[in-house]
């Protein structure tokens, strides 16, 4: 099980065991600590989706801010 500050070796959606907060990580990044406790060090399970359940946006534009 992977934790905070390790880095990714399988894409997907996981879960923090400690508050079920969901993030999607791509390969090589590396798993954030949790928001609610950035102390403690986190663990991380990955979780399965159906397909329905992802979206897809769009890749922004070179000129366009990101917030």
């Not at 894409?11 to 600590?33: K, Q, R, T, W």
């Not at 986190?42 to 946006?57: A, F, G, R």
Request: charged share 20%; aromatic share 6%.
């Amino acid at each position: 099980m992977p934790v905070s500050g390790e880095k990714n070796t399988l894409f997907g959606v996981y879960c923090n065991d400690c508050c079920a907060l969901e993030i999607v990580i791509s390969v090589g990044a590396e798993f954030p600590a949790c928001p609610k406790h950035p102390a403690v060090r986190t663990s991380w399970i990955q979780i399965e989706i159906s397909p329905d359940q992802v979206i897809i946006l769009p890749p922004k534009s070179k000129g366009e801010p990101a917030a």
